[in-house]
């Protein structure tokens, strides 16, 4: 999936649109998708200036977008009904960062189902930065009516 397939599916748009591009998905159970980091993002003007590093929250959010997309197309909502739908995060576990990420990485997210029960999706993420782990969480989240 492209960018443009991705914001059919997920409402998030510019500057807090985190996945470039969906490179692998397994209905049910896997997405692997990434992000190149950029110097031009606005998050570095202030995290840090001297020493750009991409905000963990930021990571953690990206996860969360590429679960987003597995949960939508898993399900096989519609895409004329996913404008109706909003994916809420229930909690964040096991949060750990492993290695600065920085402007000129590219971040991919590999995501992985542990539970579904209907509209609820339980994931472990992973990121990576040329195949090192740089960050990882176990998120929990649902799928709801705006």
């Given at each position: 999936m492209n960018v443009i397939d991705i914001q059919k599916v997920l409402p998030h748009r510019f500057p807090f649109l985190l996945v470039d591009r969906v490179t692998l998905?397994?209905?049910?159970?896997f997405i692997e998708a990434y992000k190149n980091v950029s110097i031009s993002e606005g998050v570095f003007q202030g995290h840090f200036p001297e020493r750009p590093i991409y905000p963990g929250v930021m990571i953690i959010e990206g996860m969360a977008q590429a679960g987003g997309i597995l949960a939508f197309k898993s399900l096989k909502i519609p895409t004329s009904e996913i404008e109706n739908k909003v994916v809420y995060f229930m909690s964040i576990d096991k949060a750990k960062f492993r290695s600065p990420v920085v402007p000129g990485d590219r971040l991919v997210y590999r995501l992985s189902v542990l539970k579904n029960r209907g509209h609820i999706w339980q994931l472990k993420?992973?990121?990576?930065?040329e195949e090192k782990l740089v960050a990882e969480a176990?998120?929990?989240a649902m799928i709801a009516d705006k």
């Open positions: 998905l397994e209905e049910g159970k993420g992973e990121a990576f930065v176990e998120l929990k």
